[in-house]
């Protein structure tokens, strides 16, 4: 099966630029993560969807991150203005429905803020 | 508050040798318990998913464990090779939520 892709790799932008990235998760997951992982860190959830509702936002900061998951496939996140940090990469993940299923990931888009 | 943390924090071994790897989490409240591995540059891939009711899960020269009451996870490695080295992490959902906390993992060499 096709693994979940991510758009772009990297990306690198001034503080107060906005930059998006894109996430297609595997065919017939319904449950969508954004997670951001600072070097050295493990990460941690920004958002989760389940279709294209939100199940959990309560770690994504409101003020300048955004996420929408439009037909309950593909994904973008959203980051408007950048804070230096904001520097990170940000993985998408998508599992089945219910906590017998594995979560798979992308390969990440790694965000260096200037 | 979950909270989970991984021992040692980095690991140097020679070709051949078992090693363990160590997760503790503090609410023991848990659906499952994940076992990832990150390679530099890449995102994780899901080695073992331990559900709450079992107490290990085997795949290959890998074998981990889980004891819910004393909030312990050992990763198991057989015959250890220089394709096993990446960073290693575990990950338990909240309680009463599918939101996972990760560890900040284990970082593994394995010399030729």
């Known amino acids: 099966e096709a693994g979940v892709a991510q758009s772009p790799r990297y990306k690198i932008i001034e503080k107060r630029q906005s930059v998006a990235f894109w996430c297609n998760p595997i065919?017939?997951?319904?449950?969508l993560y954004w997670y951001q992982q600072i070097l050295g860190q493990g990460p941690k959830l920004l958002i989760q969807?389940?279709?294209?509702?939100?199940?959990?936002d309560s770690q994504l900061p409101k003020d300048r991150f955004s996420a929408e998951r439009l037909k309950g496939v593909d994904s973008t996140l959203k980051i408007q203005p950048a804070k230096l940090e904001d520097s990170a990469v940000y993985l998408c993940?998508?599992?089945?429905?219910?906590?017998?299923?594995?979560?798979?990931f992308g390969n990440g888009t790694r965000l260096t803020v200037t | 508050k979950q909270e989970v943390t991984q021992i040692p924090a980095a690991l140097s071994v020679p070709e051949g040798e078992n090693l363990v790897l160590n997760c503790s989490f503090t609410?023991?409240?848990?659906?499952?318990l994940q076992w990832f591995r990150q390679d530099p540059g890449k995102g994780l891939t899901s080695l073992l998913l331990?559900?709450?009711?079992?107490r290990e899960q085997t795949s290959g020269r890998l074998n981990a464990s889980l004891d819910k009451s004393s909030g312990r996870s050992t990763l198991y490695i057989a015959a250890s090779q220089p394709g096993d080295s990446a960073t290693y992490l575990c990950?338990?959902?909240?309680?009463?939520?599918?939101?996972?906390?990760f560890g900040t993992g284990t970082r593994l060499k394995v010399l030729a």
């Open positions: 993940a998508s599992s089945l429905p219910g906590m017998s299923s594995p979560l798979h």
């Open positions: 065919s017939g997951h319904a449950t």
């Open positions: 969807f389940q279709n294209n509702g939100v199940v959990d």
């Open positions: 609410d023991s409240a848990i659906y499952n």
């Open positions: 331990i559900q709450s009711s079992q």
């Open positions: 990950a338990v959902p909240t309680s009463g939520t599918y939101k996972y906390i």
